[in-house]
């Protein structure tokens, strides 16, 4: 591809001053800076041929000839590319600060690759898959670890810019995207006689009913990804009284699933639960569909009562009780 010629014949072997991990946390003239230019053409390199991005990739890293023979033969590789852990979406935040820093064709070509990619992975139901060329629960909709919620925010805070480089029908296209989100959003909230409570970290993409992940990650309420859609949905200009209802049922329940007087402590490297009067309120990460209790599972699959009842390799590497509900509580009261 020429475009990928081009960032070969440019790219600067160095490393990079800034990390990715800070790299959308500089100040607005960075992103016109040769530092800021020349990361973006390492984030372009993994840019694969649909415009997608794979995940977990330290863009700021030094590239070495070796680096360059595998991105290239990884270019060709389209089961890689996700949203998941921020991938693409993210890359093209990126992108966009710098473009609008300095316009650059190359730039601009990747961003409309990127967009592409986002706007044809979504589903006619509005959801969009963790992994659009992969298997399994990757095909789910995926609200885990913010990924639609995550690819809505980008596209809803490009269409608003009115520093653009976005062309009138991908604008169109972004503004219809964003509506088949919201309805998704809606039809996948899990509803408890005939109430809206929250939503499962990952919808069936035919049925949109709440799906298994990983062995440990059952259908079930959740208390962390819910967080992202509500407060996506606090954010909507003129909410209609669809999504008012549903924010409303979803603050009720994180009201009354809010766990008070425990905390989380790490004992000799090992997580536990300690009463704590003083401790702010938490949320279990996951919750049974039928009984409303939280619920915890090791890699075995087998769904137990108490973090105390699972391996310590999955005890201790994941967050089973989350406490951003807290900041939806708060804002919902400011606001009422």
């Not at 890689?80 to 890359?91: H, L, Q």
């Not at 925010?153 to 976005?166: A, G, N």
């Not at 300690?274 to 769904?303: C, H, M, Q, Y």
Request: with cysteine; charged share 25%.
């Amino acid at each position: 591809m020429k475009v990928f010629a081009v960032l070969l014949s440019t790219l600067c072997l160095l490393d990079a001053k800034v990390s990715w991990e800070s790299a959308l946390n500089q100040k607005l003239n960075w992103y016109g800076s040769p530092e800021a230019r020349e990361l973006a053409k390492k984030v372009m390199l993994y840019q694969r041929h649909n415009g997608g991005w794979p995940k977990n990739q330290d863009f700021s890293k030094k590239i070495d000839t070796d680096d360059l023979k595998e991105l290239t033969k990884q270019r060709r590789n389209l089961k890689t590319t996700t949203i998941d852990n921020g991938a693409t979406y993210t890359p093209l935040k990126f992108l966009t600060r710098v473009w609008q820093a300095q316009a650059s064709p190359v730039v601009e070509a990747s961003l409309h690759r990127g967009i592409a990619f986002l706007l044809t992975s979504q589903y006619n139901n509005g959801g969009w898959p963790q992994r659009p060329y992969g298997s399994g629960y990757g095909l789910h909709i995926t609200y885990n670890d913010g990924a639609m919620i995550g690819v809505m925010s980008f596209l809803r805070d490009l269409e608003k810019d009115s520093t653009t480089f976005l062309k009138e029908e991908e604008k169109s296209s972004i503004r219809k995207a964003l509506n088949l989100g919201l309805d998704c959003i809606l039809q996948t909230q899990i509803h408890i006689n005939g109430k809206p409570t929250v939503w499962c970290a990952q919808h069936d993409a035919k049925t949109l009913l709440p799906a298994k992940a990983r062995s440990y990650e059952h259908p079930s309420f959740s208390g962390a990804e819910s967080v992202d859609i509500v407060r996506y949905l606090m954010e909507i200009k003129k909410p209609s009284k669809k999504v008012l209802k549903s924010i409303s049922g979803a603050v009720t329940w994180f009201r009354e699933k809010q766990i008070n007087g425990i905390k989380i402590i790490k004992k000799d490297g090992d997580k536990t639960i300690v009463e704590d009067e003083n401790a702010p309120p938490l949320w279990p990460r996951f919750s049974d569909l039928k009984t409303g209790k939280p619920i915890f599972s090791g890699r075995d699959g087998i769904i137990k009562s108490s973090i105390t009842e699972i391996e310590a390799e999955r005890r201790n590497g994941y967050a089973w009780y989350v406490g951003n509900p807290r900041s939806i509580l708060k804002d919902y009261d400011r606001d009422r």
